[in-house]
């Protein structure tokens, strides 16, 4: 039977929660970033983040473009979490674990709003007026006359002469 001290004990306890996010070597920049920012949503959370990079066919003979994803990876986050190790190649994937930094010394959720502060991404970007940009746009009428193939810098067929 459990007593009350254990009881007590195991209110004050915290379950660490491990979240994955999985990478490839040819990711997208656009992709690394969106990958970028679930892990820094979950290290805000004090979850761990566990990336796994996983190699493909012949991606496993060229793993150091994968060591440097990776690397990208942590300089991107290191404001929210560190590494509990370096990163280990593991039969066919690069495997990592990252802690999150206590909160004292993370930095500030980038997506989260603090009273009337706005987060920097959403106040850089320019408000639009939707109703206003769905009339029509008066455009001038084009004068020019296109040019000749001729004029073109670097046009391959400048050199040929046409058989008639």
Do not use: W, Y
């Not at 990958?35 to 150091?64: Q, S, W, Y």
């Not at 590494?83 to 999150?100: C, E, Q, T, V, W």
Request: charged share 30%.
């Amino acid at each position: 039977m459990p007593g009350r001290r254990d009881k007590g004990s195991k209110k004050h306890q915290h379950a660490n929660k491990v979240k994955e996010v999985q990478l490839s070597p040819k990711i997208d920049p656009h992709d690394l970033d969106v990958k970028v920012g679930h892990a820094i949503d979950f290290l805000c959370e004090d979850m761990k983040v566990k990336v796994t990079l996983k190699f493909r066919g012949r991606e496993n003979a060229h793993t150091e473009i994968g060591f440097q994803v990776i690397a990208k990876f942590l300089t991107e986050i290191a404001l929210f979490g560190h590494p509990d190790f370096d990163p280990k190649l593991a039969g066919r994937a690069i495997n990592l674990m990252i802690s999150p930094l206590p909160r004292a010394k993370r930095a500030k959720h980038p997506g989260h709003l603090d009273g009337a502060e706005a987060s920097p991404v959403a106040s850089s970007r320019p408000e639009v007026n939707h109703r206003a940009s769905s009339l029509p746009v008066e455009r001038p009428a084009k004068t020019e006359e296109p040019r000749p193939i001729d004029e073109f810098i670097n046009n391959p067929f400048a050199q040929l002469e046409a058989n008639r």
